[in-house]
């Protein structure tokens, strides 16, 4: 078995490497809009850069350039079913059934064979045998995936199919069925010592029901039943999340044994509970508080369900907009953020822009602050958008002290899920203002009160995914021409940083548009940048010498767009980039900062 240092120590240092027309580095650019048809799905396209004549600092599309300084924080951050080094895929699974390494009483076996949903699993010894990075997939509650020895043990006589069809479960809530599961991870934890294996990235737990994601269907069809009352759930849920815990610690007071930080909670936030009139709404949030990091599977559903999530640290806000609470726990410390960004033309949804959905689940995952990512290298569509997907790669798990950038998409969409559930609401429910990453837009009264974009998708992806205004408009007859941001102030803290700008905008009008921003003593109103009415998106490149992001704008603002007086300008994309290594300090391999 494969050891590898999981620690490491990294003193970022440097000097400023970029200029607005120019970074030493991979050139990162994409298109937004459609370029050539690679074959009649135009889905399915060739990303095509091409050069503004005599502006260099003005591309079409999307812009992904990172200065040369910014790499990822390891080789880790995708992970998959296989592993794909070509595609930067590292990480494998390995899955096990609890009957395969617990086929009789009392007996783990590391030699026999087992599967799940279809699948074959080979031995456990074999899977080990392989080198490299893993995470651990353990399929626990399916009545097949379960020893059946168990069932019959426990008395068990009523199990539940899940929405698919997948596997009848049994009630891993029944004392009986979940003190044989708990002696299973035990062993797999402490007698095996897999949890202290350097290559194991992760394990998913607690393997309960469809894909072992642990949606509540198959409690909720047990109350339903009569079979399950909530104050039994909620009872057993606590317990065995503490538990797993404090297997993964090592069921002792030495913090040098301690693992928990791998477990991966595969629930979610607002689960969608009818049955016990939400009190279960929580119940990720206190996974989390229990000690172990968090997942999500469908990020393709940008739109939809994820916004407020309090096992995360986020909420919306009675402004409409998503507020991260950047002192959660989860986001500081060593614990596991995953989300999986593969479903897009695989899985049964209608995908009509392909780039927009695999740009906004990303900007999505990323939001939330996903430090790894599940792709599949043919379904994610690595090959046809390899400079987003780089940038991503660099985005994921930083934080505000070691990021490259920080940037705002400009948008308006629904959540629909707010639609039926108004135990929590806000200003415009149920839609949401922008996805935003320590770059934050808001409407200023003083010139700043902007209006919706013109980029109009519905029910992208999927129904659930509902109806989006991409882009914000400036409203010039009404006498408003700016468009305000805001800076993180952990993420401006950066003494001597220089900084450069990324805005991706709409190319409607002819009047020229500019940047305000201040040096600390005066307004600074960067060099005009033209506009050509050719209706297409662009991305302009703007430095900014000697920018002090001090609050001192109308509003508390940073700095501001200004469309030039005459005519609307929309904004659709900002990056505030980094063009030297943030001051220096000393942090872990995933990004955070050393206690």
Known sequence: MGSRH??????????????????????WRHPVLRPPMLMD?????????????????????DDWRLPAWSTPLDDRRFYSEEASPADHVNVRVIDISWRQINPSPGVFSMTDSGGAAGMSFPPLEDQLAVDGPYWLRVWVTGEDWAPAWVKSDCGITTTWTDHDGQANHLPIWN???????????????????????????FVQVPGGFYYTEFDFDIPFQAAASGDLDFATFDAWFHQA?????????GENNDGNDDYAWKLVYTGEDYPFDDTWNGATNLFARDA???GMGIRNGITELFNFHLNHTPAYGAAIAQDGHIVIDEDWPLLRDRRVIGAENECYTSCGYQVTDLYYAIRMSNLKALQMRTKHLYVVPRDSYLASYPDHWNWVRHELGKQRENAPDAWVALRTAQDRYWVDDDSHTWDGAPWVRNLERWLVQKDVSNGGMTRRGTDHHINEVAPDNGESWEGRLTDHANGQDYVYFFVDDVFANDPGQQWQLKVTYVDNGSSSWQVEYTNGSSLVTTNPLPRDDSDLVKTATIDLPGARFDNSLPGGADFR????GSEDLEIRFVRLIRLRPPAASVVFADGFESP
């Open 288 to 290: 989390v508080q229990a």
């Open 175 to 201: 004392p009986c069925v979940w003190g044989h599961a708990r002696a299973m991870f035990r062993q797999l934890f402490l007698g095996w010592n897999l949890i202290a294996d350097p290559d194991l990235l």
């Open 241 to 249: 999340m503490a538990e797993l815990v404090d297997i993964a610690n």
């Open 561 to 564: 767009i200004y469309n030039g």
């Open 6 to 27: 999981f620690l490491l120590l990294m003193l970022l240092t440097g000097n400023a490497l970029a200029t607005a027309a120019r970074i030493d580095g991979d050139e």
């Open 41 to 61: 799905d135009d889905r399915f396209q060739t990303p095509v850069f091409r050069p503004v004549p005599g502006a260099a600092s003005i591309v079409e599309g």
